[in-house]
């Protein structure tokens, strides 16, 4: 179980294999200048065996899964309140544990809402164990996020052929708001915050 302090604690993405598939990483590590975003975001899964549903995707613990129960692809849907920037999707997967129930290849879709989703990232899985980093930036240096109402999870394929996925947990992540207002700098520490505005 992992506090909102770990959460956020500085560190670099999990490394990917050749060809591009994600392998995981141990530890949930993501830069200090982002922060979970999805914390009061609506979530809904497109099928779920009974006690397996979305609350065991956000109950930090590692030892609960989400497990779908229908046809592929399975789908976690988390809508926001209002449109906001997201970075990075973390999810974390197990193979040594759930085998052919892990998700090997995944699409990240984001819009306004159901009816304008758009493909904005495919990845394949390698057998992973531990938290997968997708990052959402674009090719282009400057598209760091992206601006969207709604992001969707699509499993489209699972490890050894199997039908239906676990995946243990998923956070959200965006860039965390410059507390000064009209300030071109990005304090981060408490002290730079304390002094930066005259009082």
Not at 45 to 57: M, P
Not at 70 to 90: C, D, E
Not at 149 to 170: E, K, P, S, W, Y
Not at 181 to 191: A, D, K
Request: glycine share 6%.
């Amino acid at each position: 179980m992992e506090s909102d302090g770990d959460e956020e604690a500085a560190a670099t993405p999990a490394a990917a294999p050749a060809a591009g598939r994600l392998k995981g990483s141990p530890e949930l590590t993501v830069d200090a200048d982002m922060r979970e975003m999805a914390k009061t975001a609506a979530w809904s899964v497109s099928s779920c065996k009974a006690g397996n549903g979305v609350a065991a995707l956000r109950d930090d613990n590692l030892d609960t899964h989400w497990q779908s129960d229908g046809a592929q692809p399975h789908l976690v849907n988390i809508q926001f309140q209002k449109k906001v920037q997201l970075q990075l999707v973390v999810l974390y997967v197990d193979f040594k544990h759930d085998e052919s129930y892990t998700p090997s290849k995944i699409s990240i879709r984001a819009g306004d809402g159901f009816h304008n989703l758009k493909e904005i990232k495919t990845v394949e899985l390698a057998k992973p164990v531990g938290w997968v980093h997708i990052s959402l930036s674009g090719a282009d240096p400057r598209e760091t996020f992206i601006h969207t109402f709604m992001l969707q999870i699509a499993v489209l394929a699972n490890h050894l052929n199997g039908r239906d996925t676990h995946i243990r947990q998923i956070k959200i992540f965006g860039p965390r708001p410059n507390p000064v207002p009209h300030q071109p700098f990005h304090f981060i520490s408490r002290e730079f915050i304390t002094y930066s505005t005259i009082r």
